[in-house]
């Protein structure tokens, strides 16, 4: 199992920059794949960005392509989400969520179904003012 943790959220006017990071704890020897997703007020989960615990860009959803990047630095078993030229419709909370690597999967598409991931974080709560 992997026990994840979320920060760096908060408020910020139209047009900033946050940087959210994940620490994930447990099994953290297994490769693992790490996402992004968001929750805004009277909607459901939207998966953000994907990628490999150890590298590797998997997806980044079309409303966040250009302004938003996923990184990881896996010493420190810690994933990032660097939002900029944030808009007030990016106004969530954001949540971080791992699987590990070895499922079988097919295509592409399961990277941003929240049902696909069995380890959550907390949220962490992200603010945009216009």
Sequence with gaps: QVQLVESGGGSVQ????LRLSCVASGDTYRRRYMAW??????????GVA???????VLYYADS???RFTISQDNAKNT?????????PEDTAVYYCAADFVGRLRYGRTWYSRSTEYPYWGQG???????
């Excluded at 997703?37 to 939207?46: H, L, S, V």
């Excluded at 994933?79 to 808009?87: A, E």
């Design 124 to 130: 962490t709560q992200v603010t945009v003012s216009s």
């Design 14 to 17: 139209a047009g900033g920059s």
């Design 37 to 46: 997703f968001r929750q805004a007020p009277g909607k459901g989960r939207e």
């Design 64 to 66: 966040v392509k250009g």
């Design 79 to 87: 994933v990032y989400l660097q939002m900029n030229s944030l808009k």
């Design 50 to 56: 994907t990628m490999y615990n150890d590298g590797g």
